[in-house]
């Protein structure tokens, strides 16, 4: 029982394709992410998710779009894919109350653009 | 804004040695304060976090240490095994509602 699951585990696709990363978590969380991790292994958050509602929009071109058709899916949607897009990306989950932070990273998705 | 650093950038510790992580960060609201662990090939895992009511916390073979005047806190890995060795980030954050701020990741290798 896989908590947070994203598919696919790898895509590789040639630029300016369209593509889209699509992520579950069966944790009944509210709160789902998007992050990127480059080659350096930097995690940089990309956007969050309450409850289906964006919370957080750190500066990512408007190429990428997150949709969340219900608070348990976040979905990664890229367009006009560049050469600068290679990277990991990461769901992960989290459910937001009181002292409780803790994230729950799915196993990440190796984008190669060509 | 919060701005963690994380040093060093790669460790390589003698299998059954000590490996030990350093993070600064600069933000003294800053009360929340994870360790996670990412092996080859999959997302990072907490492994440890600490609040900053809290000066040391403990769990097995992993501690983790706080000094909120220096603003500085550190990860312990004692009789360092080889699923030990993976990619170790720090954050920080003032709580639920704020966004995690995270360090640039740490390679730990052990050698056997």
């Known amino acids: 029982d896989t908590a947070v699951s994203q598919t696919p585990k790898y895509l590789v696709t040639q630029m300016g394709n369209d593509k889209s990363i699509k992520c579950e978590q069966n944790l009944g969380h509210d709160t789902m992410y998007w992050y990127k991790q480059d080659s350096k292994k930097f995690l940089k958050i990309m956007f969050s998710?309450?409850?289906?509602?964006?919370?957080i929009n750190e500066t990512v071109p408007n190429r990428f779009s997150p949709k969340s058709p219900d608070k348990a899916h976040l979905n990664l949607h890229i367009n006009s894919l560049e050469l600068g897009d290679s990277a990991v990306y990461f769901c992960?989950?989290?459910?937001?109350?009181?002292?409780?932070?803790?994230?729950?990273f799915g196993s990440g998705t190796q984008l190669s653009v060509l | 804004g919060e701005n963690v650093e994380q040093h060093p950038s790669t460790l390589s510790v003698q299998e059954g040695d000590s490996a030990v992580i350093k993070c600064t960060y600069s933000d003294s609201a800053s009360n929340y304060f994870p360790w996670y662990k990412q092996e080859l090939g999959k997302g990072p895992q907490l492994i440890i976090d600490?609040?900053?009511n809290v000066g040391e916390k403990k769990d097995q073979r992993i501690a983790v240490t706080l000094n909120k005047t220096a603003k500085h806190f550190s990860l312990h890995i004692t009789e360092t095994q080889p699923e030990d060795s993976a990619v170790y980030f720090c954050a920080a954050s003032k709580g639920s509602n704020y966004q995690l701020i995270w360090g640039a990741g740490t390679k730990l290798i052990i050698k056997p």
């Open positions: 998710y309450n409850n289906k509602e964006l919370i």
């Open positions: 992960a989950s989290s459910q937001e109350s009181l002292n409780n932070e803790k994230l729950f």
């Open positions: 600490i609040r900053s």
